[in-house]
Structures are given as structure tokens and as C-alpha cells.
Nanobody, 124 residues
Framework: QVQLVESGGGLVQAGDSLRLSCAASGRTFGNYRMGWFRQAPGKEGEFVAAISRNGGRTYYVDSVQGRFTISRDNAKNTVYLQMNSLKPDATAVYYC?????????????????WGQGTKVTVAS
């Protein structure tokens, strides 16, 4: 079992930056691929970014490429999502998730554990 707790959400203005954190406890953090997803009001959940077990590979949805950066610190059991140049369409609840799968995935059902989410609101 892995417990995930997100933090760092809040209300910001368009163009601002925000860093989300996700602290993991339970099983060995380094055994899991980690991902960030988001769900905007009235919309389906969306993959945002993912990172390999050792942090050597990262993946992003096209809409955030170049503005968001996912990283992890396995010594601190934490994964981060640095979000720069935020736009109002980034308004959503952001969830981190852990996957024991071998391969990278953008699909929700490939992730085994989920946090409760942290809300990000970007005002125009």
C-alpha cells in the first residue's frame, strides 16, 4: 500500500508559477513510476506528466510541455510538479498517482494508488 498526499495548490494569477508536491509513504517509493493528472470542473480527468522510477525519463501532455516540469526525490519520497506560465485552463484538481507498471502510461487505470488531490485555480 502506498499513501499519497498532495500539497501546494492555491489561487494564482495567469502567468504565475506554482509547485505541487506529493509525499508518499508506505512501500518503497522508488519502485513506482509517478504521474500527475488533473480534473477541471465539468471535464474528464487528464494526464499531465509522468516520471520514471529513477527520474531519468519524463513525459508530458502537449499542452504543458515546456511550462511544467515533473521531478522526484526518492530520498524524500516526494514527487513535484513545477508549473510555470500558468493559464486559466490549468484550473483543476491535481492528483498524483503511483504505478507499479513496467512501462510509461497516460491511462488512469494503469496507476495503482492515488492521492486526494490539491486544487489549483488560475485567475485571468
Amino acid at each position: 500500500q502506498v499513501q499519497l498526499v498532495e500539497s501546494g495548490g492555491g489561487l494564482v494569477q495567469a502567468g504565475d508559477s506554482l509547485r505541487l508536491s506529493c509525499a508518499a509513504s508506505g512501500r518503497t517509493f522508488g519502485n513506482y513510476r509517478m504521474g500527475w493528472f488533473r480534473q477541471a470542473p465539468g471535464k474528464e480527468g487528464e494526464f499531465v506528466a509522468a516520471i520514471s522510477r529513477n527520474g531519468g525519463r519524463t513525459y508530458y501532455v502537449d499542452s504543458v510541455q515546456g511550462r511544467f516540469t515533473i521531478s522526484r526525490d526518492n530520498a524524500k519520497n516526494t514527487v513535484y510538479l513545477q508549473m510555470n506560465s500558468l493559464k486559466p485552463d490549468a484550473t483543476a484538481v491535481y492528483y498524483c498517482a503511483a504505478s507499479s507498471g513496467i512501462y510509461h502510461s497516460t491511462r488512469h487505470h494503469d496507476y495503482d494508488y492515488w492521492g486526494q488531490g490539491t486544487k489549483v485555480t488560475v485567475a485571468s
